[in-house]
């Protein structure tokens, strides 16, 4: 018993850093800068840990599509801290059968989510676009070149599209023609409203004309675009949420049985059986939630 209280205890303390760490982490840019690189003073706990475990690439790659802006070094940390600490608590409380449970939890349950989440940061760019070329349009229109209108677009429109469209008249200023910088920018963001938008510009950089009227149509039908998709996404919601709810009842009933009835805790978690119907109804039902959501997804 006073193992397990010490197993829980550092449980709840190693829990509660990570949330009190993640959310100073996201307070704002100049400060994630801080904590990660740390001051004159240090190095920053998040540069020594990041250090100590490095995160693996996809952990970065992952973040940054559900548009997570939290130091990837910290979550991998986290994640292994909290993982850790999470099996030896179960394994001390009910054995090995709860600590495989809490095994698959850790590395399948973030995994998911992060699979969930994936493609935000795609839909955030996609739905600034209009905002962008709008004001691309009025800087075309009050007779500023188009290169000058793309880097006072980038000024104007926060976010990472701001820091895409900084980027391609950064590389145009640097000598790379406009329309081969505004194709990197296609290849690094390949959406259908970023080749839309590069086909526009693109062709206005090679033929000049009156592009302040062609910008503003492209934004008109990229806006249409996203209503019909919102709408659509809308009209889905009841299906995704019916997904949600099917994937978590058997955990839901399962949880409730092993705290209602010993026999049924004892069968799950102590016996080769039990544990083998565990694993794959918990790998099942992770696939299947995977399924549903692929299913429900709305593309814009």
Known sequence: MPVTALLCAVLVLTTAAVVERAATATRGAGLRRRLVAGDGNGLGWPRVLGSALPPPP???????????DVDAGLVWTGWLGGGAAAVLASAAVAGVGLAIVAILLVVVGPVVVLASMSGRRDRAVEAS??????????????GAS???????????????????????AVEAACGTPLARALV????RRPLSGVRLTV??????????????????????????????????RA??????????????APLGFSALASMTDERTAEFLFRTPVGLACLVGGIGLDAAAALWMHRLAQVEA
């Open 235 to 248: 009209l889905s919601s009841q299906a995704r949420y019916s997904g949600l709810v099917i994937a978590l």
């Open 58 to 68: 996809w952990l970065e790659a992952r973040l940054d599509a559900a548009a997570i």
């Open 199 to 232: 086909a526009a510009l693109g062709l206005g950089a090679e033929t000049g004309g009156a592009q302040g009227r062609a910008v503003d149509g492209v934004a008109e039908t990229i806006r249409n675009r996203l209503a019909v998709a919102g709408e659509v």
């Open 146 to 168: 188009l290169h000058l209108a793309v880097g006072e677009a980038a000024e104007s429109v926060p976010g990472v599209l701001g820091q895409d469209l900084a980027h391609v």
């Open 129 to 142: 676009l209009p905002e962008a070329l709008e004001a691309v349009a009025r800087s075309l229109r009050s």
């Open 184 to 187: 990197e920018w296609e290849r």
